[in-house]
């Protein structure tokens, strides 16, 4: 085993309101724990039962501002790992997923990447999303935050941490990255995230909606105004 393989993973999740998806996320990730890395929990001030929950199955508790990049700043300042990486709080990972990630950095001259994801529903049109998102994000290598982004902490440091910004948050530092780093490690193992965002809206008009909102982002819009647009 190379040294390099020993090192330690800060996994590092926003919450806000998470009570009905945070113990899954967690349990999926106990195995990781127990190996040696630690597992952040960034709340924006949650009113339901989250931090009730999460307490017993996290190393740290946090309570920051609202907004996902804050959150996630917050836990990246406050982690101990050599690797952070990024979780949602409805996603699940495999057990064995850190170390992949171990393997994956320590093999490469990459300093950044991640997982493919697939989506919780039953609807074949979920499938072809799915699909699309990881063939898209191996085409351009700019990942979302559904797919776990992870980044060595130097790297990560290095180039400002997330964005100041109420979304796109993950397509922004993806481009900051690839523009510093090159394109990220596109790991084939897949994370099971929620679907909810898709079911509550309509498939179509969610994929339609995300698509305005990034070209518009690529435009230059604004993304407190493409926040509100999303909300």
Same mark, same amino acid.
């Given at each position: 085993?190379?040294?390099?393989?020993?090192? @330690?993973?800060?996994?590092?999740?926003?919450?806000? %309101?998470?009570?009905?998806?945070?113990? =899954?996320?967690?349990?999926?990730?106990?195995?990781?724990?127990?190996?040696?890395?630690?597992?952040?929990?960034?709340d924006g001030g949650s009113s339901d039962d989250t931090t009730l929950i999460a307490a017993p199955m996290v190393s740290k508790l946090l309570e920051?501002?609202?907004? /996902? =990049?804050?959150?996630? %700043?917050?836990?990246?300042?406050? =982690?101990?790992?050599?690797?952070?990486?990024?979780?949602? =709080?409805?996603?699940?990972?495999?057990?064995?997923? +850190?170390?992949?990630?171990?393997?994956?950095?320590?093999?490469?001259? @990459?300093?950044?990447?991640?997982?493919? !994801?697939?989506?919780?529903?039953?609807? &074949?049109?979920?499938?072809?999303?799915?699909?699309?998102? %990881?063939?898209?994000?191996?085409?351009?290598?700019?990942?979302?935050?559904?797919?776990?982004?992870? !980044?060595?902490? %130097?790297?990560?440091?290095?180039?400002?941490?997330?964005?100041?910004?109420?979304?796109?948050? +993950?397509?922004?530092? @993806?481009?900051?990255?690839?523009?510093?780093?090159?394109?990220?490690?596109?790991?084939?193992?897949?994370?099971?995230?929620?679907? #909810? /965002?898709?079911? @509550?809206?309509? !498939?179509?008009?969610? !994929?339609?909606?995300?698509? #305005?909102?990034?070209?518009? &982002?690529?435009?230059?819009?604004?993304?407190? +105004?493409?926040?509100?647009? &999303?909300?």
């Open positions: 085993m190379r040294p390099e393989q020993l090192a @330690s993973i800060s996994i590092i999740i926003p919450t806000l %309101n998470e009570a009905k998806h945070i113990e =899954a996320t967690l349990e999926t990730l106990q195995p990781m724990r127990k190996r040696g890395h630690e597992i952040l929990l960034a920051c501002k609202a907004g /996902r =990049a804050a959150q996630m %700043n917050t836990g990246a300042r406050q =982690a101990h790992g050599e690797i952070l990486w990024f979780i949602h =709080a409805d996603t699940l990972a495999q057990p064995d997923m +850190d170390e992949e990630l171990i393997e994956a950095l320590s093999t490469s001259k @990459s300093s950044w990447g991640r997982f493919d !994801v697939s989506l919780s529903g039953s609807s &074949y049109s979920l499938r072809i999303i799915e699909r699309m998102m %990881n063939w898209r994000s191996r085409l351009t290598g700019i990942a979302t935050g559904d797919q776990g982004i992870f !980044v060595r902490r %130097n790297m990560f440091e290095q180039i400002g941490g997330f964005p100041s910004i109420p979304l796109m948050e +993950d397509i922004e530092i @993806s481009t900051r990255l690839k523009k510093t780093a090159g394109k990220p490690l596109c790991l084939h193992s897949k994370l099971l995230t929620s679907s #909810r /965002r898709w079911e @509550s809206r309509g !498939v179509l008009h969610t !994929v339609l909606l995300m698509w #305005r909102l990034r070209l518009a &982002y690529a435009l230059g819009a604004s993304p407190a +105004d493409l926040a509100k647009r &999303y909300q």
